[in-house]
Every structure is written in C-alpha cells, then in structure tokens.
C-alpha cells in the first residue's frame, strides 16, 4: 500500500482517523481523575494501523520488522543498565542490525559478485522486504543516541514499536531520529492549526507525485525502456531530465505526505528536501537531498572517523561507498555513490575555496549537469543499458534528434514548466510576496492565506484522484531501498 492509492485515501485514512478519534476519546475518559490527557488508547490504534499497512504488502516480513523492533528494545535497555559493558552491547546491537540488513538486502548480490569472480556459491533468493533499510537505520539511530545520552531510552516496548512502525515514515522515510518524536509518543496535543497545516501538506506531496512525478515517469518509460535500443541524443536527455524531475518530486512529494500526515497526529518530523536543485555546487545538493539520510552518515559515521579533522577525503568516500551501497544491491549504485564521493571531496580542496569568486549562474549549470549525469548512473542497474545509454547521450547515437523527442518536449510543455517551477521555493516566494503586500493588514492576510489554501488543496486532491483512476504506474521509487 502506498499513499498515492486510491483504497489508502479513502478507505485507510478514513477508517483510521474514526478509530484515532475513538482512541482520543478513550484518553480523555481515562484522565478523568484530574491527571494530564494520555496517548496510551491512541497509540495503540496507531500501532495496529501501522502494523496492518505494513501487512498489507509485506504480511510476512511484518514479524521480521517486530522482532528487529524487539531486539533493539533489548539492546537499548542493555546499554542504559550495562555500566561499563555499555558500549559491547552497542556495538552487538548495532551489528545484529546490520546483519539482518546484510543479509536480506545484500547476501545475493555478494554470492553473485563471487560467482562473477568464478567461485562456486549458491546464489540465494531472498525478497527484500519494503523499507528495511529505513527502519534499520532508525534503531541504529536509537542505540546510538541512547548510548550517547542523547535521547532517553524507552521502557516500553510499544513505544519502541510506535517509533519504528509508524506508518507515515515507515516504508519510505525520512528517517525520523528518535530524540525527534521521544517526547511527542507520550505527549502531544494537536491543535486545528496543526492538523490544517498537516493536510495541506500531506495535499502539497499528493500532487507532486500523482500530477508531476507521475506524468514524468511515463517519459522516463518511453524513452529510457521502451525507445532505449534506438535512442536518438536528444531522446537520451529528454528521458534522463524527465527522471531527474521523476526522482525529485517522488521522493520529496512521499516526505511532503509523511511530515503531514505526522503533524495531524501531533508529531513534527523535520524536513527531508530543501529545494536541492536550486543548489550552487554538488556539496550543497547534498545538504539539501535527503537530509535525513545525510545526516545520519554525517553524525554516525562521518564525524566518528574523524570528519574534517583528518583524513577528510578518505572519510567522504567511505560514506559515498556506504550512500551507494545503502541506496542498493547493485554495482551502478556503488559507482555512482563513488561518484558523487569524488566530486564533493574534489570541491573540499576546490571549488568551495573560491565560490565566492565564480558567477552564480555558472556554479549553478555545473552543479546541475553533475547531478543530472549522476542520475544517469542511479538509473540503470544493467551495465549494458548504462553504457547503450550514454553512448547516445555524448552524440553516438542512430540520430542527434527525432520526432518522438521533440514531440515529448512540445506536448508535454506545461509539465516541464510546472517541473522546473515547483523545483524552487515557490510557496516561500508567494507567503513573503503576500507577507510584504498586506504588511499591517493581518485579518486580510489571514483570509488570503485561507482561501488559497483551501482552493489549491481542493484542486491538487480533484485533479490527482482523477488520474489516479485507471492509472498502472504509481509505485513510489524509494520503497525499493
């Protein structure tokens, strides 16, 4: 089950909010006695929600995902209680996790690489159970801090459970830290502001993925699948922008609806995008990409090794190799973390020492032809396809330009223009324009900021049911990893 779906929007979320408020009400008869209003009724339905979504397209890795909650639970009680053997159980929590990883994500792409080598190794078939690489990062995250003594372990183990199955954030990120949400599992009050504020954004991320990511993914198709063996230069392009725009808005539009679909339960996630293609060099495309998984590698295994204190390059690179790795059991991944590795350790020593001395538009055409040729890389897991492809994109191709390509642009150009348009900070431009227009007339402002709301909200959710009616493609593309 994914959010663009229809049976989540109006069955899923319906049924749950009613047996939420139910739960709510539930809290509120039992603090009766004069006590402050618990979430204990709440949570529970929270859980079972959470459960049942994951359930619904993983019924038996569910249990997978209980027990590796189960286990850090144990391991986090271990390193509050174990004194001086605080840090063994640690590191034996944090390699029983990884090990569940490796072994689920990563096993038969070992076997196969040594059978590529000439080693006789039976090559496993395990299914790679949706989101395990965002949940595993998640109780690294807990252990860690908890051992750090920066956030405070949980007691109880549906808490634990809550944290990590929640099913916002569960299949897809962000990865949510636990020291973020600690407080807010036991206590938190949802005001109509709040939940307001929570549709519209959980509406924002709809539309980015059903309108824009959507659309963009049936270029990507005709081109990069189906037009691959007679791809013209331009068709080669057009396919790789048409998938650089796919990749953003999908991603961003799923983190758009998890951080909303939190608020309205009264929990604040913390932003995972920050418009990453307005950027100035690669190193600040990755600042704003995926900050919860950037952070992550910079707070648990960049700064550990030592960060820019010493041996800064190496550092870069081994948390490039653990990016690309993380993103997937494929060499193209591995490559293209490297990749990126490279460019961001190159701009340390360069490009970052005199930015204030090169032209803005320049830095920015830079950053985004290096981006943009990396998602090349991202793309094709087939090396074949990889090198089909790109062999068209440099000029050897059957023709520079054709037909199909220049008709993709012309009869596609308000995608492309609402694509590049709401890769900027639109909405912020819009609030401060507003903001500065009425400056002194606040109940003129209000109403304007109400009214827009309510009247894009009612478009985005009309016009995206109805192309979610019939449609075949609508997987979101980071449940993969």
Known sequence: MVFSDLFFLFVFIPAFFVCYMAGAGIDRLLSRGGGPVGNAAKNMVLVVFSLVFYAWGEPVYVFLMVASVLLNYLFGLLIVRGGGRSKAALAVGVGANLVVLATFKYLGFFARTLCGLGA???????????????????????????????????????????????????????????????????????????????????????????????????????????????????GAWVGLLAFTFQIYFDFSGYSDMAIGMARCLGFHFKENFDHPYC??????????????????????VYIPMGGNRRHQAANILVVWFLTGMWHGASWNFIIWGLYFGLIVA??????????????APLLHAYSLAAVVIGWGIFYFEDFGAMLTFFHAAFGDAPA?????????????????????????????????????????????????????????????????????????????????F
Request: with cysteine; net charge positive.
């Open 120 to 234: 006789d190794v039976a090559v496993p078939s395990i299914a790679l159970p949706i989101g395990i690489s965002f949940y595993t990062f998640q109780a690294i995250s807990y252990l860690v801090d908890v051992y750090r003594r920066e956030s405070p372990v949980q007691r109880s183990f549906a808490g634990l459970l809550l944290y990590i199955s929640m099913f916002p954030q569960l299949i897809a990120g962000p990865i949510v830290r636990y020291g973020t949400v600690a407080a807010e599992i036991s206590r938190r009050h949802v005001t109509a502001s709040d939940f307001a504020d929570g549709a519209y954004r959980f509406l924002i991320g709809l539309g980015k993925k059903v309108i824009l990511a959507n659309q963009m993914s049936e270029i990507v198709d005709q081109f990069l699948v189906a037009g691959l063996p007679s791809l013209s230069t331009s």
């Open 400 to 480: 520079l330009t054709d037909f199909v390509s220049q008709s993709a642009l012309a009869g596609n150009c308000w995608l492309w223009v609402a694509a590049v348009v709401f890769s900027m900070p639109v909405r912020r431009w819009v609030s401060v324009g507003a903001g500065r227009a009425l400056a002194g007339h606040a109940v003129a402002l209000g109403g304007l900021r109400l009214a827009f709301r309510t009247a894009l909200s009612v478009a985005l959710l009309v016009l995206s049911v109805a192309l979610l009616v019939g449609a075949t493609n609508n997987a979101f593309i980071y449940t993969r």
């Open 346 to 359: 190159l701009e340390k020593y360069t490009l970052l020492r005199v930015k204030e001395r090169i032209p």
């Open 279 to 300: 950027c100035s060099s690669v190193t600040d495309f990755w600042r704003r990409w995926h900050i919860s998984l950037g952070s992550f590698f910079r707070d648990y």
